[in-house]
């Protein structure tokens, strides 16, 4: 990493109520690398650095089709998945933990929903139950999964915790005392292999991805203005694992044209319908993409992958001589997601349906993407 690595902790630690603007501290915080992932500079280990910059309202879309395609409501355990995330990420330096019950005197926490693009919050009332308010919440279940597991970190006390929302009065969370005994989290790791971590971008590309940056409130912070959030890869990690005991099959959308080689059954099920809800999203959103060459496939990947951190590619071959094309992953956010926006880009490119086969170790990710049918079989008749 580069010199900003070594310095990040120190600036955190003190530009927070200092001169910087609003804007300069998420820029501060959130480094963009050159692996096309983003680095919090905030956290100290590097596995639980990666971070996604996310649009709430894609994040919102992309969270309601992986349920519909796996048949399960899953709020509770992307809510829970986020308190269990939260309470290993706060044992990491880089911000105060909260204490006491007055979450206004949170002021680490506070500045860092501001940075991470969550909302901000405050109490309700504190009597037998706990309710606090999440005005602007970036998404319901993980910031009351959020709330709920800094709350208690600052009463050293377990709670059950239920949450409702309306657009008019935000979101509440209650929470109500547990004794109940709840082992601490252990780490996760990613199933696949990433590249050693990269450095940061030189200025003049980092710049690039920050532009048009605006604060509207605290916590809600737009580019180009669709509002953004930053989500660590340990939390997708461990919603993927809360996911995985209730899953049989694809209930919805494209499940044959998605091959995961090295994954067990279930999970593959959840990569599939990760994967096949972003490449809809991604045909949705209406990108023109173009491919004369396969090394094209490299600015690509920059362009929809690495300005979003979901990674980036490092390798492109041509496969065949029907849009064929096989390529390696670098480091990646987590390939599901990538391998989806990748296969909407060549639906997009080629102008009809494709396939993903991939091949996920602990030292690569390669994925091939080609026509999901035949040339042959198509209405165009046999191929000579």
């Known amino acids: 990493m580069g010199l900003l690595d070594s310095l990040g902790n120190f600036f955190l630690k003190h530009f927070y109520g200092d001169s910087l603007s609003p804007e300069h501290q998420v820029k501060l915080r959130w480094v963009p ?29 992309w969270f309601q089709g992986l349920e519909q395609r796996t048949g399960q409501s899953l709020g509770r355990r992307l809510a829970h998945a986020a308190v269990e995330y939260e309470e290993h990420m706060m044992s990491f330096g880089g911000f105060v933990a909260p204490s006491g019950r007055k979450p ?29 308010l999440v005005e602007r919440p970036a998404s319901g279940p993980i910031c009351s999964g959020l709330v709920a597991a ?14 409702s929302e309306s657009a008019g009065e935000g979101l509440v969370i209650t929470l109500t005392q547990d004794d109940s005994q709840v082992p601490e989290p252990k780490p996760r790791r990613p199933t696949w292999g990433d590249q050693e971590i990269g450095a940061d971008l030189d200025n003049e590309l980092a710049e690039e991805l920050w532009v048009d940056l605006r604060i509207n409130s605290p916590g809600d912070w737009s580019i180009m203005n669709e509002r953004r959030m930053f989500l660590h890869r340990d939390l997708i990690l461990r919603f993927e694992d809360y996911c995985l005991p209730h899953l049989d099959r694809i209930h919805e959308g494209r499940n044959e044209d998605y091959r995961w080689e090295g994954l067990e059954d279930k999970r593959a099920i959840w990569w599939t319908a990760a994967a096949d809800t972003a490449r809809e999203l991604f045909i949705s959103s209406g990108h023109h993409v173009l491919v004369a060459q396969p090394d094209d496939w490299i600015s690509i990947g920059r362009r929809h992958l690495s300005t979003h951190g979901l990674g980036s590619v490092v390798q492109s071959r041509e496969t065949d001589n029907n849009g064929g ?3 390696d992953l670098g480091s990646s956010y987590h390939p599901a997601l990538a391998s989806g926006v990748l296969l909407g880009c060549w639906e997009r490119a080629h102008g009809r349906e494709g396939r993903i086969s991939s091949v996920i170790s602990d030292s690569s990710t390669v994925i091939e993407l080609c026509p999901a049918h035949d040339i042959a079989d198509t209405a165009y008749g046999r191929a000579p």
């Open 150 to 163: 800094a709350w208690e970190r600052a009463t050293g006390k377990r709670h059950r915790f239920l949450w």
């Open 33 to 61: 690398i050159d692996d096309g992932t983003y680095s919090d500079m905030a956290r100290d280990y590097d596995p639980y650095k990666i971070a996604w910059r996310v649009g709430v309202g894609w994040f919102e879309s």
């Open 104 to 132: 206004s005197s949170w002021f680490d926490t506070i500045q860092d929903w501001h940075s991470r693009g969550l909302g901000s919050f405050d109490l309700i009332d504190d009597d037998e139950k706990t309710r606090i």
């Open 325 to 327: 094309v096989s390529l």
